[in-house]
């Protein structure tokens, strides 16, 4: 049943054109094709094989000709000649009943589609991969007053429109949206004059929520314009808001498909957090247009090829209209969350798969997140302007190509003459590195000593040295900078590196702005580390140095029951003091590791991790920190207030975050006074949700809850806000029962992903909850996931990652886990999604 990346070959035939029509209709939507096919003279394979499923075939033409094609669960056969040919076909689908939200679906009333990776096969009979590339016309008939296809529009009439697309497509990028939307337009000029209409499309209830996503996709054209010299290339560009979307947002050549919570905006109702994430995705999704749509894969193991690509490229967007220093520190947060706790469990693989059953089950941290590493450990070790080279080399020569991680490399190779062979190790090897650093000093010179080491992963047993790119600055012991930032390049397992001619010991920062995707281990005390937090000049290694402290820290107060010590707390009280840091920084320097990433660190140490001991330590050293630093809350408070109307701009995002963190200090010492005063003033949601989010913390919000619920009963996004929320703040004890309880409540519908992930994601990423000594945390979550599959496996396939970490806790624990997924296991029709990640995790 799975595929293999080492079985790939080149389909038989070519596709010239395509042209479709949709007769629109909820139960019986009838797709008419006409695919213009002739012999690949690539390849000698003749075989004739249509992906298709759950299509009602009607009739189908070679030639004019009418044929009885064989068909299965999967697709179609038939006897084709050997030279060019028509092949026609007309099926049914039923757009309402598809609750899996892949293929043609219908969400509040909109037709929409999601084809990536392979939904389009659910549209009509076609060989749904991407190394097959064709010209689409699209004609759509129906009585929706707004009818959307990929390209540009050619025509339309009373009840029909039709689209055509110039450039040469795989299927997965094919988009159609249907339904009573209004546009938030606007144009943009390209840099060679190009005059593009750029539309936000939604419900008409939401057309005062597009602004600012408007914004910032006029920024991501000026910005790849600007930064990679790439242009748009259509007369028009067109997003859509949908509620019912299993991910973030799709990118759909000229016709951009988002999850209305990744698009839509409003003060009122969206947080900072919310509009930098919003700018994020459409830029990403916008940038995909050449990474991804114009060079795209040639099959499904190449996906970080485009998505490793993209995240890296939207990465560096952000980092240059923000802070980088911030932009960082968050994607390094991001990337141990969840990357580092994949690559460390069951679910480990390499950023490029060998193999897979469901290709869903791989857009993962690991291929995201990682592969976006990967681009910038390349770009590291070439320099700026070798990257800015090979990234040219790359658009010229594989533009209107689907290719593979082998040409990006010879990409590379070609430009700067660099043997890649070891690096590519990133890519096809598992598991994060453990980096082990020793030093010495000796007559004037420091040394250091670094081993590497992977350790197995399922499938991987032994690992090779790989390259790595360790960044390195000395400083000395009074604080001045002897050697600025320096890359060394470690190869071997083992390798040292001799730093002569100093005049006292200097003190090194290590991997500075994190050089590569490793653990960093060496043995230190915590002078050391409360020296760089004071004294770094590199801001990551400034911030990595106080969370090093904070993670022993809480690994100590988990094992012990004990206390923070006073130089920890000194050390963050005067990081709090210091107005030179920018507040962003400040509120990330404070803010504790998560419960999850200390239970990791425990389990990485031998230790078994107790989650119940790791909340009250976290809930501890909260308290402690209020204490430490009770005379300067109200101030800062204060300071940290942002005069005038709301804006979402990085500096004032950067205040309200450094002031919500002090609020939630203060919550613990004045009885919720300020924050209810807050929750009450409140003029934009960053600040609403976070006067709530320390009361409820604190169990003091039942009033504030209630009276948010109520203000907000009818906008989802919100409530989907206020379910996350009030999972949350749960006590362990009573998270898995307030899951259940939520999922109650009137407005919880198991159909719509974000509510469900508002509910059961809280859940699961409630530590001390879902790994509650009850076992009810495990048994809630497998309850709900055996409901949601037979609806939506992929969702439900996504949300099983929850139980990857099961083998880091004791035996009981582990009991209660394993029962909870082989009760999912053991669901009669289980989907292949969720069968494949359910055995993964049980199997390693
Ligand atoms: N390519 C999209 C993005 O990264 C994600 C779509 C994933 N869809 C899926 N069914 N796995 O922007
Ligand atoms: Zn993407």
Redesign the pocket.
Known sequence: QPVFLSDYTPFGYLVEDVHLTFRLDPQATRVISRIRFRPNPDTTDRGFFLHGEQLRLVTARIDGATITPRITERGLTCDVPDAPFTFQAEVEIAPAANTAL?GLYLSNGMYCT?C??E?FRKITFYPDRPDVMSVFTVRIEGSEPVKLSNGNPTAQGDGWAEWHDPWPKPAYLFALVAGDLVAHADRFTTASGRDVALNIWVRPDDQGKCAFGMEALKRAMLWDEKAYGREYDLDIFNIVAVDDF??????NKGLNIFNSSCVLASPDTSTDANYERIEAIIA??YF?NWT?NRITCRDWFQLCLK?GL?VFRDAQFTSDIRSAPVKRISDVIALRARQFREDNGPLAHPVRPSSFVEI?NF?TATV?EKGAELVGMLKTLVGDDAYAAALDTYFDRHDGQAVTIEDWLKVFEDVTGRDLSQFKRWYTDAGTPRLRVSDAWQDGTYTLTFRQMTPPTPGQPDKAPRVIPIAVGLLNPNGDEVLPTTLLEMTEAEQSFAFPGLATKPVPSILRGFSAPVILERATDNSERAFLLAHDTDPFNKWEAGRALGRDMLMRMALTGGDADAAYLDALRAVLRDDSLDPAFRALALRPPAQDDIAQALHDAGHTPDPQAIYQAADRLGQQMAGHMADLLQGLYQAMAVPGPYSPDAEAAGKRDLQGLVLSLLTRRDGGQTARAQFAAADNMTQQLTALSCLMARQLGQQESQAFHDQWRHDRLVMDKWFALTVAHARPEDAAAGAAELAAHPDFNIRNPNRFRAVFGALAGHAAGFHHASGQGYATLADWLIRLDPINP?TTARMCAAFETWRRYDSARQAHARAALQRILATDTLSRDTTEMVSRILDA
Do not use: L
Not at 246 to 251: F, K, L, Q, R, V
């Open positions: 892949e999601q990536e990776a939904g299993n991910m973030g947002a799709m990118e990403h999704e995909h991804g998505e993209t869903n857009y995201y992929q």
